[in-house]
């Protein structure tokens, strides 16, 4: 299963072995004699990357009555006919059984399959996952397993040498080679936290969770998004940086889910006529445009105009990655922001807060079962629908709503109160799109009913 921008995931099957040829400036040296390859390096990685098949039960009702299995049993309707998709994943720790794969891989699984290299099935049992970044953590019991270590996403460079190794249109484990063509892609209208991996590395319909590693062998990103308006590969595929996938990978291995918090400030990209206008010579940095009252941004001194250049020795180019970066930040935690007030550099510290909203309680509505929900207010005037809690593997849980959401608008439609949430639910067809805000990031959570 291989997500598309604009389109959606496909289903595919199979377990071969192929390989792309790359140019030889780009292989290792072999040794005397011997034409330069990347097997070497595939037979290493190759046994790291699995088969998902995916069993979920579709629905072809909508009328609630209909899914009820006591009302079908009773007018002897049959049962929804079962549906079987599939995409890749990556053996990160041997010894736990771990696999990261995608979110959108395994969203509505009603069971998931895991074969191995070495043509091995498990029942594979879901840690978490998160619609925010894409990423989602299985465990299987095996022996024997092969992990791909880890590498540093961070360190990649545009024009490093890269190989995607994946399911393509059911062909089976295919190896295919290219190089990073840019760093940071975002805007791909893929919902939430967007860092992306660009390559030319063919990546088609069945690679979505595979792995795309580096000539040492290293995992630097989980293949997750193609442009393809013929269906295939066209030269640009995307990956999960691997830093963002493992610090989502400890958050899901400890909470079940990733927990982000709030800061409380709203920034935007440095250009240079704002630069201009600021009087600084950066090119690059996020400007905070405004700071929550009350917030922990507030308490710690940060103030609009302030330039970030930096959150925990990470330099900050874009307002994207200060979202990005504050987002993967667990609540309570200490960060250290450096920023440029009126030309002079500063330095604040900040602890990551729990994101507000009313507690206890709160109300449920059909459309969105398993959530409990309480209208967020700011000035006694509504401003959303904030989440008190969420039932895990419930309708609203699938979807992607998590604790701490405030929605804000149903199919591009503001709503502000409980009842405005009603109304739009009850107008949403086919599709339900709900804007979310979580911590600092506005989402984007997309269902087909």
């Known amino acids: 299963m291989k997500r598309q921008v604009g389109m959606l995931p496909w289903a595919v099957l199979g377990a071969v072995l192929s390989l792309v040829p790359v140019a030889s400036a780009a292989l290792p040296p072999g040794r005397a004699g011997e034409i330069p390859t990347l097997a070497p390096t595939l037979a290493e990685v190759t046994p790291g990357v699995v088969n998902i098949a995916v069993i979920s039960r579709a629905q072809d009702y909508d009328n609630p009555l209909l899914r009820d299995p006591f009302f079908r049993r009773f007018f002897n309707l049959p049962d929804p006919r079962p549906t079987i998709s599939a995409g890749s994943g990556v053996i990160v720790d041997a010894a736990q059984g771990y696999v990261i794969t995608n979110h959108h891989v395994i969203q509505r699984a009603d069971q998931v399959v895991v074969t191995t290299r070495d043509r091995r099935r498990f029942n594979a049992r879901l840690v978490g996952s998160d619609p925010g970044t894409d990423i989602a953590l299985l465990k299987i019991d095996a022996d024997n397993l092969k992990a791909i270590p880890f590498g540093d996403s961070d360190a990649l460079r545009v024009g490093d040498f890269v190989v995607a190794i994946g399911n393509p249109f059911g062909l089976g484990q295919t190896a295919t080679s ?72 400890d958050q899901l291995i400890r909470f079940g889910e990733v927990r982000r918090g709030w800061l409380g400030l709203t920034v935007q990209d440095l250009t240079p006529d704002l630069a201009k206008a600021l009087g600084v010579s950066l090119t690059e940095g996020a400007v905070v445009v405004e700071v929550a009252e009350g917030s922990p941004a507030e308490k710690a001194g940060l103030k609009p105009r302030d330039i970030i250049t930096s959150i925990n020795g990470r330099a900050m180019r874009t307002s994207s990655e200060v979202r990005n970066e504050l987002g993967l930040t667990p609540v309570g935690e200490r960060v250290e922001i450096r920023v440029l007030r009126e030309g002079k550099p500063l330095t604040l510290t900040a602890r990551i807060g729990e994101v507000g909203g009313p507690g206890g309680g709160g109300v449920a509505v059909p459309q969105l079962a398993g959530a409990r929900l309480v209208e967020v207010q700011r000035g006694g005037r509504p401003q959303g629908v904030g989440v008190v809690s969420v039932e895990r593997d419930s309708e609203a849980w699938r979807l992607g709503l998590r604790r701490g959401d405030v929605i804000i608008a149903v199919n591009q439609k503001r709503v502000a109160s409980l009842g405005e949430l009603r109304e739009a639910l009850k107008d949403a067809d086919r599709t339900l799109a709900l804007t979310i805000v979580r911590g600092d990031a506005v989402l984007n959570l997309i269902a087909r009913r």
């Open 178 to 249: 290219g190089i990073v063509s840019a760093l940071g892609r975002t805007g791909l209208n893929v919902e939430g936290y967007e860092d992306f991996i660009q390559t030319d590395a063919s990546i088609n319909p069945g690679n979505s969770g595979g792995a795309l590693v580096n000539l040492r062998g290293e995992l630097v990103g989980i293949n997750t998004a193609i442009i393809a308006p013929s269906g295939g590969n066209v030269g640009i595929g995307f990956a999960v940086p691997s830093n963002m996938a493992r610090r989502v990978m």
